[in-house]
């Protein structure tokens, strides 16, 4: 069983930056699909990227497309998203997940086996 940690997670004006980091316990290797979702106090949990098993293939959230670049390093099973020029709406638990296989919709929580405990973001305007 594979364990999922966030880190990188704070309080950043608007137009800032910050990376988060998603740690896992053992070999994503073999995880076919990796993402991150969000969710913000009182709304649903929203997809926001995902990256294929070799990070060839990205999918973004059009909220987030131009600002977020996710990327993933499977020889220290870690994966990232580095989120600039940050706005207000982005403040949110940020969630990062996986799945060794490929089922559903990539944009959707029920496609993933794996999650985080969420890391919080807080965009002051």
């Known amino acids: 069983q594979v364990q999922l940690v966030e880190s990188g997670g704070g309080l950043v004006q608007a137009g800032g930056s910050l990376r988060l980091s998603c740690a896992a316990s053992?070999?994503?290797?073999?995880?076919?699909?990796m993402g991150w979702f969000r969710q913000a106090p009182g709304k649903q949990r929203e997809f926001v990227v995902v990256?294929?098993?070799?990070?060839?293939?990205?999918y973004y959230a059009d909220s987030v497309k131009g600002r977020f670049t996710i990327s993933r390093d499977n020889a220290k099973n870690t994966m990232y998203l580095q989120m600039d020029n940050l706005k207000a709406e982005d403040t949110a638990v940020y969630f990062c997940?996986?799945?060794?296989?490929?089922?559903?919709?990539?944009?959707?929580?029920?496609?993933?086996?794996?999650w985080g405990q969420g890391t919080q973001v807080t965009v002051s305007s």
């Open positions: 053992g070999s994503i290797t073999s995880m076919y699909r």
């Open positions: 990256i294929s098993q070799r990070g060839a293939t990205t």
């Open positions: 997940a996986g799945s060794r296989v490929s089922r559903g919709a990539y944009y959707s929580t029920s496609s993933y086996d794996y």
